[in-house]
């Protein structure tokens, strides 16, 4: 992967001081971030760190996602020098990072665990905050939870938060479930992991196809939602349609309920808009959009849901 561009970093600096000073003393107060993530088909590879930085998104997600073709990346492939530049181009510019676990890692299953420990390493030379996996319930609920108790213990002397996503095919039940026997079996981790919700997986799940407020509403008050992955899809696959150019750009009912629902939760952290788009414009007019949501989720006369 290549080096940074230093006149891409100096117009990131400057455009977030641009966003600074038109953004209220609300939206400031919520400590809720919106930003972009790293795509196998972006070329190069760091495109769409360097467009968050020129646009002024306040987070990223680093997704290692190498597929057979060759597309896309891995951890390998990220030198230091590299990993040195993103961790203090982070800082500079007030960009929170996260990493998400490669696809198929399931916690339940020892060695994929050993698999994770380069994920780690590289989230912790970047300065991330926060590691995302998958829910897996294939082995059980409570071989997950033990492997969760397990990372936890690795992930806590770097002060890395972990956040457990719902995939199409776990219910609102399998997190009700999964936090209940993590703080059963340990509750000192309780301030170590929370849940990363997927509004698109949750407009897939069988129990609540098209449906993504009824997936939030049926996820007990006591499972904390730290992070936010935000697509949509028609209810037929999983499409990561950027926000407002799919079902809610005709009806936007749905995002306004999903705002009304954070809040309600006193929701803090990132919320990851999970696509690289053409044209990547969308991104911006996607955050701006949302951002104006929470500041008002009233800004409209039409009903909102729940």
Same mark, same amino acid.
């Given at each position: 992967?290549?080096?940074?561009?230093?006149?891409?970093?100096?117009?990131?600096?400057?455009?977030?001081?641009?966003?600074?000073?038109?953004?209220?003393?609300?939206?400031?107060?919520?400590?809720?971030?919106?930003?972009?993530?790293?795509?196998?088909?972006?070329?190069?590879?760091?495109?769409?760190?360097?467009?968050?930085?020129?646009?002024?998104?306040?987070?990223?997600?680093?997704?290692?996602?190498?597929?057979?073709?060759?597309?896309?990346?891995?951890?390998?492939?990220?030198?230091?020098?590299?990993?040195?530049?993103?961790?203090?181009?982070?800082?500079?510019?007030?960009?929170?990072?996260?990493?998400?676990?490669?696809?198929?890692?399931?916690?339940?299953?020892?060695?994929?665990?050993?698999?994770?420990?380069?994920?780690?390493?590289?989230?912790?030379?970047? #300065?991330?905050?926060? !590691?995302?996996?998958?829910?897996?319930?294939?082995?059980? =609920? +409570? @071989?997950?939870?033990?492997?969760?108790? *397990?990372?936890?213990?690795?992930?806590?002397?770097?002060?890395?938060?972990?956040?457990?996503?719902?995939?199409?095919?776990?219910?609102?039940?399998?997190?009700?479930?999964?936090?209940?026997?993590?703080?059963?079996?340990?509750?000192?981790?309780?301030?170590?992991?929370?849940?990363?919700?997927?509004?698109?997986?949750?407009?897939?799940?069988?129990?609540?196809?098209?449906?993504?407020?009824?997936?939030?509403?049926?996820?007990?008050?006591?499972?904390?939602?730290?992070?936010?992955?935000?697509?949509?899809?028609?209810?037929?696959?999983?499409?990561?349609?950027?926000?407002?150019?799919?079902?809610?750009?005709?009806?936007?009912?749905?995002?306004?309920?999903?705002?009304?629902?954070?809040?309600?939760?006193?929701?803090? #952290?990132?919320?990851? !808009?999970?696509?690289?788009?053409?044209?990547?414009?969308? =991104? +911006? @007019?996607?955050?701006?959009?949302?951002? *104006?949501?929470?500041?008002?989720?009233?800004?409209?006369?039409?009903?909102?849901?729940?």
């Amino acid at each position: 992967m290549s080096c940074f561009s230093p006149n891409i970093v100096g117009a990131g600096s400057k455009a977030r001081s641009n966003i600074r000073q038109q953004e209220t003393r609300q939206v400031r107060q919520s400590r809720i971030r919106i930003g972009t993530q790293s795509a196998f088909s972006a070329v190069p590879l760091l495109a769409p760190f360097e467009y968050a930085l020129e646009h002024g998104f306040e987070a990223f997600e680093w997704l290692p996602d190498k597929k057979e073709s060759g597309a896309g990346w891995e951890e390998k492939d990220v030198d230091a020098p590299t990993r040195c530049q993103i961790k203090q181009t982070s800082l500079e510019n007030d960009i929170q990072g996260s990493v998400h676990a490669p696809f198929g890692v399931n916690l339940a299953n020892p060695d994929h665990r050993e698999r994770l420990s380069e994920t780690i390493e590289f989230a912790h030379d970047i #300065g991330a905050s926060l !590691l995302n996996v998958h829910l897996c319930t294939d082995q059980g =609920l +409570d @071989a997950y939870v033990r492997g969760i108790i *397990a990372l936890t213990r690795v992930l806590g002397p770097n002060s890395i938060m972990l956040a457990v996503e719902n995939t199409p095919l776990t219910l609102p039940e399998d997190f009700n479930s999964f936090f209940k026997r993590l703080r059963r079996l340990a509750p000192e981790a309780k301030a170590h992991v929370g849940m990363c919700l997927d509004l698109g997986h949750a407009n897939l799940c069988s129990a609540t196809r098209n449906d993504y407020l009824k997936f939030i509403d049926l996820l007990a008050p006591e499972v904390p939602i730290v992070h936010v992955h935000l697509h949509e899809n028609y209810g037929d696959c999983d499409s990561h349609l950027t926000i407002f150019t799919g079902p809610s750009g005709i009806d936007d009912r749905g995002i306004r309920g999903f705002v009304k629902r954070m809040k309600k939760r006193a929701f803090s #952290g990132c919320i990851i !808009l999970e696509q690289w788009p053409d044209p990547p414009s969308l =991104l +911006d @007019a996607a955050r701006d959009k949302l951002r *104006a949501m929470f500041m008002d989720t009233m800004a409209t006369s039409v009903p909102v849901p729940g």
